[in-house]
């Protein structure tokens, strides 16, 4: 089995790809910074040295980097299991105040690379017949909050590619599923003052992640949506 998690090397996509590993997964991740990516595998393996670890230098910014990160898979891989589309910045700001082009940015960082990513490694999971798609959306797919700005629009328009492409791919048996955290222990959060109990460990979003896969095949949880249960910041 094999599972492309991007944005890995830290928070969320880290400990999935862990928790993919650990269950026997060969995993494919992707970050920008090389250092991190080379703790992050070394770690990923350390769960599960039988695991073959792909880590890949890839900016998902750039639709080039994203289509050769695709092909690298596809030479890798004889096959993907499961897509995590969960690398994602959060800039907090607001839509009248926050600086020029950061929509376009985000756009880019927190949709168009998982639509990029998800065209190139479709077409051999529907001649498969098998597969599931993870997009990492957020309760700010849900609702908007101060502050929320140009991600907030991002994380609505991911749940929106989301709720598209798991009807377009129910005829071919791939199931899609929409993760929604809430507030999650990770560096997206530095900076911020914030107690640990109002913040879910990134581990819990990996076991949710877990527990849809592993649905009885005729299944799919379309939505999930998670938050401390002291409620948002
Ligand atoms: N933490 C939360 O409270 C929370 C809540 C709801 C949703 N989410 C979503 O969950 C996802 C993961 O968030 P997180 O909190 O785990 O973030 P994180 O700890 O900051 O980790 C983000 C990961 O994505 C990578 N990344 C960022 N920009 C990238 C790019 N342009 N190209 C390739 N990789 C990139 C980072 O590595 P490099 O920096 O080296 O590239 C890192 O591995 C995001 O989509 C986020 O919006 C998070």
Not at 17 to 32: D, M, S, T, W
Not at 47 to 56: F, Q
Not at 102 to 126: C, D, F, G, Q, W
Not at 169 to 196: K, Q, Y
């Amino acid at each position: 089995m094999n599972a492309v998690i991007t944005g890995a090397s830290k928070g969320i996509g880290k400990a999935i790809a862990e928790k993919l590993a650990l269950e026997g997964f060969n995993v494919a991740i992707c970050a920008r910074n090389a250092d991190t990516l080379a703790t992050a595998k070394a770690d990923i393996q350390q769960k599960n040295p039988a695991v073959t670890v792909l880590a890949e230098v890839v900016d998902m910014e750039d639709k080039s980097q994203v289509l050769a990160f695709g092909e690298k898979i596809k030479s890798t891989f004889s096959r993907v299991d499961i897509l995590v589309n969960n690398a994602g910045i959060f800039v907090p700001g607001s839509l009248h105040e926050e600086a020029d082009g950061l929509l376009e940015k985000l756009m880019s960082v927190n949709v168009y690379s998982a639509y990029h990513l998800t065209r190139a490694l479709l077409p051999a999971m529907i001649a498969n017949r098998k597969g599931h798609i993870f997009n990492m959306c957020s309760t700010a797919s849900y609702g908007a909050y101060p502050n929320g700005g140009s991600y907030s629009i991002t994380k609505y328009a991911l749940l929106g590619f989301t709720k598209n492409l798991r009807k377009e791919l129910i005829p071919h048996n791939i199931r899609v599923t929409a993760v929604s955290p809430g507030p999650t222990l990770t560096a997206s959060w530095e900076g911020f003052e914030a107690a640990p109990d109002r913040m879910m460990p990134p581990e819990d979003i990996a076991s949710v992640v877990w527990s849809a896969w592993t649905m009885a095949k005729q299944t799919v949880i379309e939505e999930i949506l998670l938050r401390p249960i002291l409620g948002d910041i």
